[in-house]
């Protein structure tokens, strides 16, 4: 078949290749909207910005703290030592270890609680002999048991410091319709390696602008998964904690917000916690969120257009918001399509070289998360072309992730694993719960493949300008598949004598 017939097929492949293009302009216009947002409501925040009182310690409520675990023998106690130093009265604090482990964590952690116990704080450990409902699941279990007015939630990775219930808890009790207040998370290990640094600029970004941004704004926004306070109320009146998607934060925070509680965002509280330093597991990470968001935007996509309590613009940013992780099918199609530009003229002509800018936003969402944080934000933006590579990726998996959320719903929650990392602690590689295995690196080495070769393609039709785009894409998935082979074949699993010997070096 020569091009002359194929050139109707191939001139609607290209139609789809701009659509694909506009799409994810709109993405990228999404975030200079967040940073316009945040830009102004920061500048009137220096003006009208005032805290809420705080009350007497006789009159704050009792909070329950939830501390949902699975297989954490790293962390379990220097978490439970966090929470167990919270500035609270004893009397109004309840801390439970909602503990689903099969290993040893559960020794480890109910030797801490009852040191603690001793010295007067009131913590149990909740063990489940199964993971019915994983995260959710253990969340609801747990509320059902807690004497809480107020709940507060974090993961294993964290540490929050000892005022942090002291500044969250007046903005609840100052507002009986605020239903919960999510913090940002900082970093313990950050400087760990280049791949801690990229993911610390990413969630610079989200925290300090995005979700500044949406909260100030009246916007929606989202719990996080951790580093949050809800109120006990807020939770029931939602429809409680549910597990039919794997991302139970973000369906809840929705939920609540559909249901006219309110949620804030507070920038100027941190709670530290660790990253992932492994490859393996940054992308398990990824994955498992792009998979629940899009089984989010499945299950409240129509909720959200059809109610009466947002306004138009909310649902739009609402939808925009959920639908986020499409950039990465979108990105994985751009790729695939680019040959087809390079035989048929792109629909969009001229007007493609105004898009350029407007994908400049996310960008400047990640520079001003830095300039916005630290005082030596222009060497910490040295990390950022590592993200750009592992950004982009990390799209195959991410990709084969959003069908899997889009065709059915909960699945296994692949928690990320920790290692205690804090800065002074570095060593994970040959440590239990690291990551050996990963099923997308056959794609990524295909894509790396293909974009090399359409960068060859794009040269001998003297296209050059396609040239330095393809490598970027050959780049990225050769810079993850690259590392995701090196961590599965350099740390191996050990022996088991090595495990053993591991193992009988934790102590409680």
């Given amino acids: 078949m020569s091009l002359s017939e ?10 789809v290749y701009a659509l694909v293009t506009l799409w994810l302009a709109v993405y990228g216009l999404h975030s200079w909207v967040l940073l316009v947002l945040y830009w102004w409501h920061q500048r009137r925040a220096r003006i009208t910005a005032t805290r809420p009182p705080q009350p007497p310690r006789a009159d704050l409520p009792v909070v329950t703290v939830q501390l949902p675990l699975y297989n954490e023998r790293y962390v379990v106690r220097r978490l439970i030592d966090a929470v167990a130093a919270l500035e609270y009265p004893r009397d109004r604090l309840e801390i439970q270890v909602l503990d689903d482990s099969t290993d040893e964590t559960t020794a480890i952690a ?32 747990g509320l059902q048991q807690a004497r809480g007015e ?18 969250v808890v007046p903005h609840l009790m100052a507002d009986p319709r605020l239903g919960m207040v999510q913090t940002r998370w900082s970093h313990l290990n950050a400087g760990d390696s280049p791949v801690t640094r990229a993911e610390a600029i990413a969630l610079d970004g989200h925290f300090v602008v995005e979700q500044t ?9 989202h719990f996080n998964g951790s580093g949050g306070v809800w109120r006990r109320a807020c939770i029931e009146d939602s429809g409680g904690w549910q597990s039919d998607t794997v991302c139970e934060d973000l369906d809840l925070s929705y939920r609540a ?16 916690a660790e990253l992932p330093p492994q490859m393996l597991a940054f992308k398990q990470q990824q994955a498992r969120w792009a998979r629940g968001s899009a089984q989010c935007l499945r299950k409240l996509a129509r909720p959200l257009l059809t109610s009466r309590r947002v306004g138009p613009i909310q649902k739009l940013l609402g939808l925009l918001h959920l639908s986020g992780y499409l950039i990465h099918p979108l990105l994985v199609l751009l790729l695939l399509l680019t040959p087809v530009t390079l035989l048929v003229p792109s629909p969009l002509g001229e007007v493609s070289c105004l898009l350029g800018p407007i994908c400049l936003g996310p960008i400047l969402v990640y520079g001003t998360g830095q300039w916005a944080l630290y005082r030596d934000w222009k060497r910490r933006l040295l990390a950022f072309p590592v993200l750009v590579l592992i950004g982009t990726g990390i799209a195959w998996g991410n990709t084969v992730a959003i069908f899997q959320g889009l065709t059915r719903w909960g699945g296994t929650f692949a928690r990320t694993p920790k290692f205690c990392l804090d800065g ?66 350099r740390w191996a699993a050990p022996k088991t004598r090595r495990a053993a ?3 009988g070096s934790i102590r409680p």
């Avoid at 194929?6 to 139609?15: G, T, W």
């Avoid at 107020?150 to 002291?166: E, G, H, K, N």
């Fill in 257 to 272: 917000q559909l249901a006219g509680w309110r949620c804030r965002f507070l920038p100027e509280v941190d709670c530290p």
């Fill in 6 to 15: 194929l050139r109707p097929f191939l001139q609607i492949l290209a139609v």
């Fill in 150 to 167: 107020l709940i507060a939630v974090f993961d294993a990775d964290f540490c929050p410091r000892p005022d942090f219930l002291l500044r």
């Fill in 110 to 141: 109910q030797a801490r609680a009852a040191f603690w116990r001793e010295r007067g704080v009131d913590i149990r450990v909740l063990h489940r002999s199964d993971r019915s409902g994983f995260k959710a699941g253990a969340l609801a279990w």
């Fill in 501 to 503: 010997r591991v193992r």
């Fill in 213 to 221: 941004a949406r909260s100030r704004a009246g916007l929606l926004m």
């Fill in 424 to 489: 002074r602690e570095r060593n994970w590689q040959r440590r239990q719960y690291r990551l050996t295995r990963d099923r997308s690196i056959g794609g990524e080495i295909a894509l790396a493949l293909y974009a090399l070769a359409t960068a060859a393609l794009a040269w001998d039709l003297g296209q050059t300008g396609a040239v330095p785009f393809m490598l970027l894409y050959a780049l990225s998935f050769g810079v993850v598949a690259g590392s995701s082979l090196y961590e599965m074949g």
